[in-house]
Structures are given as C-alpha cells and as structure tokens.
C-alpha cells in the first residue's frame, strides 16, 4: 500500500487551442472537449480508410495480411480512448444545439468500425446502467459473482455477448424507455444485418473490420466494467463510494480521458471529464469516511488481471492507504477479499 500522492491526472489547464482548434470551438457544446474533435478526425483519416481497404485487396495477398496486422494494431491502440470519448459524449452533448446532427457521427459513422454497434452503448449505458447503479436490475451487474474467479467473469461476459441487448431491450420495454429501446433495436440490426450482407461479399475482412473488433470490444468493455465494480461491500451495495473503485496517476487516465475516477463519475454523472481530479481532491475526506478503495499508477485492465490471477499481493501494492486506515499489506488484502465475495441479495 502506499500514502496518497498529489493528483497528476489532466486537467482543463491542459486543454489549449492551437488555430486548428480554435476553429472548431465554435462548434462544440464545451470548448474542453477538443481533445474528442482531433481523435475524431485521426480515426476518420487513419483507421477507416484502412477498413475500406480491407475489402478491397486480394485476400491472400501480403498486402491485406500487412492490413489485418495493422488494422490489429490500431483497434487494441484506439478502442479505449474511442469508447471514453464515445461515453463522454453520450453523458454530455458534443456539439452545440444548432449542430446537433453532428452528434450523430461518432455512434454512426464511427461505432461500427471500432466494434459497436450504434446507440446500444448510449441505451445501456444512460438508460440502464445509471439508473440501476450495478444493483440486482442493472444488467451488467457484478454483484451476483465471485469477482476474482475467471469461471464466474466468462459466465458474465458470455450473458452479455449472447443475450445481453434482448434483455437490454426487454429492460427498456418494460421501464417505458420506448425512445432508447427503438434506437437500440435499430443500432443493432443495423450492425448485425450489415455485417451478414458483408460476410458474403468479402469473408475475411468483414471478420476483420466488424465481427472480431466487436467481440474483442465488448470483451474489453466487460474487463473494465468488471473491474469497476469488483469491490462491493455487501452490507451497503448501493453506496457509489462502496460498490466502485478510483485509479489516479495513470496512463490510462491520461490517454481515456480520466476514466479512472469511477466513484466521482457514478456520484455526479454528467461532471466534465477534465474536473474529475479536482472533484476527487476537493471530496477526500468523504473517500476516507466510506472507505472508498483507490489506487494509484494501474488501471481497470491490470486490476481485472490481478483478480483473476488473484495477485492480491500486487494489488495491495498499489492500494492507495487513504486516512491511514491501514496498518499492513495484509490488511488491505483481507479488506479487498471481503469485498470481492459474491453478494447474495
């Protein structure tokens, strides 16, 4: 474990306009959020062009296995910065009202390229997920598992791949989200009907631009999910500070635009991405009261990692010891034991 260190994540100081971006602020709901406009354009001008071109090269030629490898290459590179700027634009309109049709680009011109399907992320994600706050209705729950046990996170992630949009919409139906349940059913019909008209036309690179990125994707999604709430106190499910985790002074924070600062984004949802560090500053007392769990200079992915090769040890030395709370290692590991049992409710 270690003491809590100053807060290095971005924050708005760092978001400065070159003429290039001064040029598309006028457009944007939040001037913050131009980071998202040059990673929407690098995606456009890099990585969809490269799909396009899968289709259109002999298959068996050295030429298309040089685009399967950096097609590859570039979706483990893009898909975690893409689905943070994909979330943070579904909490938080991109454009201005007046421009609003350009909101629709990311989920429907970009989604499909990097493994989603469009407006399912936003139905589940606004319409469900939020709402039901990893509690026994929210679909993506990881109450109900032993949230270091690979066995019960297949059981978790197969429930999701196979049936998890049919009970996303029957989830909708039945909370009368008619709107969010009608864009869901057409984003995914439009995937899955797009991506079997392709099979015909060309194999190896539909799998390649469209089945294996989605998923390799919603593989990725459920990881981080997973490990963003794999420490529930069971006697208090439902406090945000006790049933999801904050990473501070990470790359990733720095490259998926503060995603770690979990328990601070379910608490105020909508909070601007480049605020997090300072509300988390700003509210430490609070995290110290709740016995909130952090941890510094590792991610969701290295966390979900470590529980499922049960390396407590390493995540005790990452463990953040807030208030001093703590007197050794195997405290904190006991703690976290306890906090990954299956919760029976």
């Not at 994540?9 to 998202?36: C, T």
């Not at 109450?143 to 046990?149: A, H, T, V, W």
């Not at 066995?151 to 919409?169: I, P």
């Not at 909708?172 to 015909?200: C, H, Q, V, Y």
């Amino acid at each position: 474990m270690k003491p809590l260190a100053e807060v290095t994540d971005f924050s708005k100081q760092e978001v400065i306009p070159g003429p290039f971006g001064r040029f598309f602020i006028k457009y944007l709901h939040d001037e913050r959020d131009l980071p998202f406009i040059y990673f929407m354009i690098q995606i456009s001008l890099t990585f969809v062009p490269l799909a396009f071109t899968a289709f259109f090269l002999d298959n068996t030629s050295w030429l298309w296995w040089c685009v399967f490898v950096i097609y590859g290459g570039g979706l483990i590179f893009y898909a975690g910065p893409f689905i943070l700027m994909m979330h943070n634009t579904s909490h938080r309109p991109f454009f201005k009202p007046q421009y609003k049709i350009w909101n629709r680009f990311i989920p429907w011109v970009l989604c499909p390229f990097m493994g989603q399907s469009p407006d399912t992320y936003f139905s589940h994600h606004i319409g469900m997920h939020h709402v039901e706050n990893n509690l026994e209705h929210d679909l993506s729950s990881t109450m109900k598992y032993q949230r270091d046990s690979f066995v019960d996170f297949m059981k978790y992630f197969g429930s999701f791949l196979f049936v998890g949009v049919v009970e996303l919409v029957e989830y909708l139906k039945n909370t009368n989200k008619n709107l969010l349940r009608r864009r869901a059913i057409k984003g995914e019909l439009f995937f899955l009907l797009l991506s079997a008209a392709l099979l015909f036309v060309n194999f190896r690179a539909t799998m390649l631009v469209f089945i294996l990125p989605m998923i390799i994707v919603r593989f990725s999604m459920m990881m981080g999910n997973w490990a963003q709430h794999a420490f529930i106190d069971p006697s208090n499910p439902e406090n945000n500070y006790q049933n999801s985790i904050t990473c501070i002074n990470s790359v990733y924070n720095k490259r998926c635009y503060n995603d770690g600062y979990h328990i601070g984004h379910h608490i105020r949802p909508n909070l601007h991405w480049t605020e997090m560090p300072k509300d988390f500053v700003d509210n430490i007392e609070k995290y110290i009261k709740q016995k909130a769990i952090v941890f510094e200079k590792i991610d969701y992915f290295q966390i979900w990692l470590y529980l499922m090769l049960k390396r407590y040890d390493w995540l005790a030395d990452n463990f953040v010891n807030l208030g001093n709370q703590f007197n050794s290692n195997d405290e904190v590991i006991s703690f976290m034991k306890y906090r990954t049992k299956r919760v029976i409710t």
